[in-house]
T-cell receptor
Framework: ETGVTQSPTHLIKTRGQQVTLRCSSQ?????VSWYQQALGQGPQFIFQ???????GRGNFPPRFSGLQFPNYSSELNVNALELDDSALYLC?????????????????FGPGTRLLVL | KQEVTQIPAALSVPEGENLVLNCSFT??????LQWFRQDPGKGLTSLLL?????REQTSGRLNASLDKSSGRSTLYIAASQPGDSATYLC??????????FGRGTSLIVHP
C-alpha cells in the first residue's frame, strides 16, 4: 500500500464526453504526476503539478488538463474524449526536497483508473 | 528524444533461478533511473531508484546497476520466486525532467 488512492477504479464513457479522474496523494507529498498507460505499453507522462502549479508536460493535447489542490489532492480532466483515450490512468505522488528540482524523490503510484471510451 | 528499451519483452523461468533484466536508453544525460514492478491491472510499485552519480542500488534480493556512459541499466533478481511474477518497468528522468518509461519485461516464475 502506497497511500495514494484514485477514484473511480473503472469508468465507461462515450466519444465526445468529458471525464474527471481524482487522486489523493500520500500524506506529506507536495508533487503529483499523471500518466496514461495503454494496454501493453509503458506509462506515458501527461503532466506534473508542484505546489498547485503545472511544472512539466508531456506530449498531450490541451484537452488534457489538471488541478492540484492545497491539500495536494489532484484531478485529471479530459475533454472531447476519443477512442484512443481508453487506457489505465495512473497518478503518482512524491516529495520534492530541493527547489531546483534536482530531486532524489521516489514516486509512489496509485492503483489507477481504467477508462474505456466507446 | 529519449527512448527506453527493455529486453527481453517476456521471460518464463523455473523458481530459484537468478535473473537479469535489461534497460537501455538513448540519451545518457539523465538525473536518475527507477525500476518498478507492476502486477496485472494495478499501479506501479517502486523497487529501486539510482541517481546519475551512483553505480548501483540493492534491496533484498534485488540489485540494480547503472552505466550512464553506455546508456544501460540491469536489474538482477536473485533466487526468483513465484511471487516475483509481474511486469518490470524502468523509467529514466532526463534533462526535461519528464520521465520516460520502457514497455517492460513480463516475468513469470513457475514453481
Amino acid at each position: 500500500e502506497t497511500g495514494v488512492t484514485q477514484s473511480p477504479t473503472h469508468l465507461i464513457k462515450t466519444r465526445g464526453q468529458q471525464v474527471t479522474l481524482r487522486c489523493s496523494s500520500q500524506s506529506g507529498h507536495n508533487t503529483v504526476s499523471w500518466y496514461q498507460q495503454a494496454l501493453g505499453q509503458g506509462p506515458q507522462f501527461i503532466f506534473q503539478y508542484y505546489r498547485e502549479e503545472e511544472n512539466g508536460r508531456g506530449n498531450f493535447p490541451p484537452r488534457f488538463s489538471g488541478l492540484q489542490f492545497p491539500n495536494y489532492s489532484s484531478e485529471l480532466n479530459v475533454n472531447a474524449l476519443e477512442l484512443d483515450d481508453s487506457a489505465l490512468y495512473l497518478c503518482a505522488s512524491s516529495l520534492f526536497q530541493r527547489e531546483d528540482f534536482l530531486t532524489t524523490e521516489t514516486q509512489y503510484f496509485g492503483p489507477g483508473t481504467r477508462l474505456l471510451v466507446l | 528524444k529519449q527512448e527506453v528499451t527493455q529486453i527481453p519483452a517476456a521471460l518464463s523461468v523455473p523458481e530459484g533461478e537468478n535473473l537479469v533484466l535489461n534497460c537501455s536508453f538513448t540519451d545518457s544525460a539523465i538525473y536518475n533511473l527507477q525500476w518498478f514492478r507492476q502486477d496485472p491491472g494495478k499501479g506501479l510499485t517502486s523497487l529501486l531508484l539510482i541517481q546519475s552519480s551512483q553505480r548501483e542500488q540493492t534491496s533484498g534480493r534485488l540489485n540494480a546497476s547503472l552505466d550512464k556512459s553506455s546508456g544501460r541499466s540491469t536489474l538482477y533478481i536473485a533466487a526468483s520466486q513465484p511471487g516475483d511474477s509481474a511486469t518490470y518497468l524502468c523509467a529514466v528522468r532526463g534533462g526535461s525532467y519528464i520521465p520516460t518509461f520502457g514497455r517492460g519485461t513480463s516475468l513469470i516464475v513457475h514453481p
